[in-house]
């Protein structure tokens, strides 16, 4: 199937006023989560009355687990760097309370006698993928709407687009989201938006709410009306579009989902994928602009390195640059000796290339600040910026609100 047939039957899951579906409350309306509420919530079919997370006064967070048989239950995850051992009562009913945790949206699951569990009262998921795995999510409310909450005003649309890969010959999906009023718009700028090695295509919308934040800085005139692209970053097939396998193009890679092809001096298969097949297709089938000015690329983790491939080795095509937590380190500057010993090839390209990491982020937070002070060693400009946090989502999704203003300028 040519690309060019691929009808984006737009699934278009209008995941408009919030993405109810996609990132739903942990169980019933937040009321029904505080202290004193929600009782007869998650009963299920024997055993008693659980309910799982539990929304406190003061913004702690108590966890259960039904489980009479087991020995240890602990909970851990997004949850500010805190972790608990639960306690079981007479009926069998593991508890613990975490925090009291600022306003965010936090990912955790439980861990039974070694094997890590989901939380079975809660259907609030992140998918994952690998050996990540999903988790559950809960929402600590703040005092009213946060920038990642729905609030009123216009809403942007969420497509979810399946494609045939001619760089990797399998089926994928690419998420695009478009702004409110859309449909009146034309030649809009456009950003392709990477997860990381823990998420796959609708990780910035189903958790990082990627949509709700463009929303409310687009309705509040902070940041310009854009597109915004989120593809796979591993090179399988997509489980939306038929069973997950691994293109048969697709070298062993190092590093989950990109690895060698995320900080590679050499184009790599994601890149190609991106710039040859998702590229033609937004550009044929969406109302955005194929000049450079109005291209920017960006991504965690995972996605800040394979961020750093794609806009290293084609820097013509991008003026802003955007790079989170990024799986990148001082070894830049061997992997790309070009841009190194010439840094006016990008210096003359990018308007904006920022770099972020988290103050306690311990898994990548050497590296990039290893990799800032090769940027800087080298004169490559860059802006560098070390925020609250450690390796989550809970930096993400404050470093896009951060960062969407100044796309486009």
């Excluded at 998650?42 to 966890?63: A, C, K």
């Excluded at 600590?140 to 009123?152: I, L, N």
């Excluded at 080795?313 to 802003?320: G, S």
Aim: charged fraction near 20%.
């Amino acid at each position: 199937m040519k690309v060019s047939r691929i009808a984006l039957f737009a699934v278009s899951i209008a995941l408009m006023a919030g993405v109810a579906i996609a990132q739903a409350p942990a169980g019933p309306p937040q009321a029904a989560q505080t202290e004193g509420r929600g009782a007869g919530r998650g009963r299920g079919g024997r055993g008693p009355m659980v309910v799982s997370p539990q929304i406190n006064s003061d913004r702690s967070i108590t966890f259960r687990y039904y489980d009479p048989n087991a020995q240890k239950v602990t909970v851990s995850g997004e949850l500010g760097g805190q972790s608990a051992t639960l306690t079981k009562s007479e009926d069998g009913v593991w508890s613990a309370t975490i925090g009291p945790l600022p306003p965010d949206i936090y990912a955790y699951s439980f861990n039974v006698d070694g094997v890590t569990a989901l939380d079975p009262r809660n259907p609030n998921t992140k998918y994952g993928y690998g050996g990540f795995g999903a988790t559950s999510v809960v929402e600590v409310p703040g005092d009213g709407p946060q920038f990642y909450d729905a609030q009123p005003g216009p809403h942007g649309q969420v497509r979810i687009v399946p494609y045939i890969s001619k760089t990797l010959e399998v089926s994928r999906t690419v998420w695009v989201y478009t702004p409110p009023n859309y449909e009146k718009e034309k030649d809009l700028p456009v950003l392709y938006l990477l997860h990381g090695a823990g998420d796959v295509e609708s990780g910035w919308v189903m958790i990082g709410r990627a949509n709700i934040i463009l929303d409310n800085l687009i309705n509040a005139g902070r940041a310009k009306p854009m597109v915004v692209v989120m593809p796979l970053g591993h090179t399988i097939q997509s489980w939306w579009t038929g069973p997950a396998e691994n293109s048969p193009n697709a070298p062993a890679q190092a590093f989950p989902g990109g690895g060698r092809g995320a900080q590679s001096g050499e184009l790599q298969l994601f890149g190609k994928d991106l710039i040859n097949d998702v590229m033609p297709l937004v550009e044929s089938n969406f109302k955005v602009s194929k000049k450079a000015e109005d291209r920017a690329i960006g991504g965690l983790s995972m996605g800040g390195g394979q961020t750093l491939n794609v806009a290293f080795n084609r820097p013509e095509l991008f003026r802003y640059v955007v790079m989170m937590s990024p799986a990148a380190g001082p070894q830049a500057e061997q992997q790309y000796p070009k841009i190194f010993s010439d840094p006016s090839i990008v210096n003359k390209q990018f308007k904006l290339f920022w770099v972020g990491v988290g103050k306690d982020d311990t898994l990548v937070g050497p590296g990039v600040h290893g990799f800032d002070a090769a940027l800087t060693k080298a004169g490559i400009d860059h802006k560098f910026v070390v925020g609250e946090g450690r390796h989550e989502w809970t930096v993400w999704r404050h470093n896009l609100n951060d960062v969407a203003p100044m796309l486009f300028r």
